[in-house]
Every structure is written in structure tokens, then in C-alpha cells.
């Protein structure tokens, strides 16, 4: 039986723990959120009857500034998932030493079921029953799973009612009319690309020799293919939810944006021009791939950006890169880990690859309190060093305890929390 997201996220803590000889005490408070808030939400349906959902916020640890983290609408959202999540999250915001701490929210919903109306109401009853301990110098909401700009609008404004006065750090990942940030859309990708190039430095893989598979045309895997191809990388190998393309010579990742647009899928992507589907096998050097498949090719470096659990314990053995950039959330599973490690390849955590997404959501919350607006040159003039720095220390921590990357992001990661809470004693 597979262990719990919370089990997971204090199988890390203890291995960190243990490499740091961390002290007992910190060790003891972390292992737990400061505290959980359940709610109940009632919500007059547009039938006019009246259906209660249930909410969640966790706020993990705040010693090294406000709360941070998402709030997902899904119908698979719970307690253990969201103590878990921001956990996590306090793990990446002290990797990458932004002064935030760890939280995370969500409904059990499955939002496509709700009118618009039915959204709103929902997203502002849910706010009414946490707004007392949300605030821009308390706990910092986000969109995360299914929740967008407009619903973070919608919470704020319910906040600001209820408080009654302004507070537009209270919520960032808003729309950039209600003081969004520039550069937020693309801001998970472009801190991976960082990462991406100070890695390659280290192990001498030259970008325009050096192949990349990436799983997952989202928002971030779309992004870092477009970015990275731009820098001279070669993108060999792309996926959506329905599988993907191989090419080894190269694939043309503005050809492959221009199908995703038009609502297309990348099966039917070959050697630079659209075909159907039955006409690919005879289409030349360029194949198919599921989404399992694309995992195993000959690359230098794998992106996995699409879902949790993609490299497991019965796959890991047949990854063939050199090195795994995780921009998904919890792609591979500790299993995996050990496996991987074993065989040499270097697995860059998602607490540091995609970090850069609550960086400039950081940086949304302070041009909000501090009452600045940063152009997009700026967001990432400030983004570049501070992912470069973040990715030198891990790097540095891996190096010093003989480590994989993901153990020595949590030792940097709980040495500043860790350092933080003796300075308070708790």
C-alpha cells in the first residue's frame, strides 16, 4: 500500500533531518502545519436549493514570512493532500530564500459542474469563513488547480468588503488590471529555464548538441519548450494528455504551438506540417509517443510537466537522460528516487525547478504593499540571479553531504526555517 502525500512529505523531512542532524525540537514542531482550518460553504444553486461544500486551508510554518500557497477546486482535494502541499511549499519558498511560508487551500468541488454564478457564490462564502486569518501580512492565497485570476478577484473583493478597507496583497495571482503581476504567465517556465542552463553548465552539455524530451504542452511545458528551443536546445520530443511526437533530429515548436492553439493534438504533428493520424507511420524519422513512452527516450534531459507520479518504481530503470527537470509537482516517487540515483542521473526537484512561479507571486505581493509596479524586464531581471543563486546553493548542499538534489533542497531549505524558529524559540 502506497503511502499518503503527508506520509511522503514526512519520509523527506526525516531523511533531511537526519543528513543535517537537525535539532530534535525543530525537528518535532515540523512535523505538523501550525494550523488546519474546515470549512463548511454554503451555496444557493442556481436551482435554488442550497449544497454545502467543504473547504480546507492549511498554513504549515510562518517563521520566515506570511503563509503562501494555492487553492484548488477539484473533487479529489484533501485534508492529507492540502497539509501535504503546504508543506511542500514551505520547502520551496525557503529553497529559493523568498520570505514566505508554507499553505494551501482547496475545495472538494468538481468546478466544471458549477455555472459561473455558482462559482462566485462558492468562491466568496469560502473566503467569508477564512478571511480572519488570511491577510497580507498572514496567509497569501493563489490560484492553483482550476481556480483562475477571476476567482482570486472575486475572493479579494469579498475580503476587502469584509475587512473594510484595501488589501491587494492579500491574494496574488491576480489579473493584471486588479495589480497582477507582469511576467506571471510564463514565470514557471522561465525559472526552470534557469535552472535548466546553470545544470547544463555544470555537466558541459552544450544547447544546441543537448536533447530534450518534455512531457506536458501546458502552460509550463509550452513555455519551456518555446523558451529552451529559443536558446538552442534541441526539443526532440513533446506530449499533451492524448500522447506525442518524436523526432530525433529536432521537432518545430512553433509549428507544434500553432496545433495546440487551433485545438489540435500532437499526434498529428509530423516533420514540421500537419497529417492525419493513419499517414504518420510513413512520415519519415518522426513518430508517435504515449505519454509513458516519452519518459524513456535517449535524451539528455526529461522535463516531466504534466502530472504527479510519472516516474515510478516500475519505469525508473528504463530513463535513459542524464538528467530529470522537474516542473510538474511530485513527478517522480521516493521509489523512483533511490532508483534513479543509483543509476546516476541527476534529478532536479520541482521545489527548486519550479519555484519561479511563487517567486513572481512573491513579487506580486510586494509591489502590492509596497504600492510599486514592476515592468516584465524587471520581474525577471530580479527572477535570473535569485533562481542562479538558489540552484548554486542546492547544488553546493549536494555537494557537502554527498546527496541527490531533491535531499540537499530540503537540508538548505530546513536549515533556514530551522534557524529562523531557534531565533524565536518557536
Not at 156 to 163: F, G, I, M, S, V
Not at 176 to 202: H, L, M, N
Not at 330 to 338: M, S, W
Request: hydrophobic share 40%.
Amino acid at each position: 500500500m502506497s503511502q499518503s502525500a503527508f506520509d511522503n512529505a514526512m519520509s523527506q523531512l526525516d531523511k533531511a533531518a537526519k543528513v543535517m542532524n537537525l535539532d530534535k525540537d525543530i525537528h518535532e514542531v515540523l512535523k505538523q502545519p501550525d494550523r488546519v482550518l474546515t470549512v463548511a460553504v454554503p451555496v444557493k444553486m442556481d436551482s435554488g436549493e442550497v449544497k454545502v461544500f467543504t473547504g480546507f486551508r492549511s498554513q504549515f510554518n510562518n517563521a520566515l514570512g506570511p503563509y503562501k500557497g494555492g487553492i484548488r477546486y477539484h473533487h479529489n482535494v484533501s485534508l492529507d493532500e492540502v497539509k501535504a502541499l503546504s508543506f511542500w511549499m514551505m520547502i520551496k519558498c525557503a529553497t529559493v530564500n523568498i520570505p514566505m511560508g508554507g499553505g494551501k487551500g482547496g475545495i472538494i468541488v468538481n468546478p466544471k459542474e458549477l455555472s459561473v454564478g455558482e462559482l462566485e457564490r462558492m468562491s466568496r462564502g469560502f473566503m467569508a469563513k477564512i478571511w480572519r486569518n488570511v491577510g497580507s501580512q498572514i496567509d497569501v492565497p493563489a490560484p492553483d488547480v482550476y481556480t483562475t485570476p477571476q476567482i482570486m478577484g472575486w475572493m479579494r473583493n469579498e475580503y476587502e468588503k469584509l475587512l473594510g478597507h484595501a488589501d491587494p496583497g492579500v491574494i496574488t495571482g491576480k489579473a493584471i488590471a486588479d495589480g497582477g503581476s507582469e511576467g506571471r504567465e510564463t514565470a514557471t517556465a522561465q525559472g526552470g529555464v534557469y535552472v535548466v542552463k546553470e545544470i547544463a553548465k555544470k555537466l558541459n552539455l552544450e544547447p544546441g548538441k543537448t536533447t530534450v524530451a518534455i512531457q506536458g504542452m501546458g502552460n509550463v511545458g509550452g513555455f519551456m519548450a518555446k523558451i529552451l528551443s529559443k536558446e538552442g536546445y534541441k526539443i526532440v520530443a513533446l506530449s499533451d494528455s492524448k500522447g506525442g511526437v518524436y523526432n530525433e533530429e529536432g521537432l518545430d515548436i512553433n509549428k507544434a504551438e500553432e496545433i495546440k492553439k487551433a485545438g489540435g493534438m500532437l499526434g498529428c504533428y509530423c516533420l514540421g506540417d500537419v497529417c492525419k493520424l493513419e499517414e504518420m507511420p510513413s512520415a519519415g524519422p518522426c513518430r508517435h509517443v504515449s505519454n509513458e513512452e516519452i519518459l524513456e527516450l535517449p535524451v539528455d534531459i526529461l522535463v516531466p510537466s504534466a502530472l504527479e507520479n510519472q516516474i515510478t518504481a516500475e519505469n525508473a530503470d528504463r530513463i535513459k537522460a542524464k538528467v530529470v527537470i522537474e516542473m510538474a509537482n511530485g513527478p517522480t516517487t521516493p521509489e523512483a528516487d533511490e532508483i534513479l540515483h543509483s543509476k546516476g542521473v541527476i534529478v532536479a526537484p520541482d521545489v527548486l525547478c519550479n519555484a519561479g512561479g511563487v517567486t513572481v507571486s512573491y513579487y506580486e505581493w510586494y509591489q502590492n504593499v509596497h504600492n510599486e509596479k514592476w515592468s516584465e524586464a524587471q520581474v525577471f531581471g530580479k527572477l535570473e540571479p535569485l533562481m542562479v543563486q538558489s540552484f548554486n546553493e542546492v547544488w553546493e548542499t549536494k555537494e557537502k553531504y554527498n546527496v541527490p538534489m531533491r535531499t540537499a533542497a530540503f537540508v538548505k531549505a530546513i536549515e533556514r526555517v530551522g534557524a529562523r524558529m531557534l531565533d524565536v524559540r518557536f
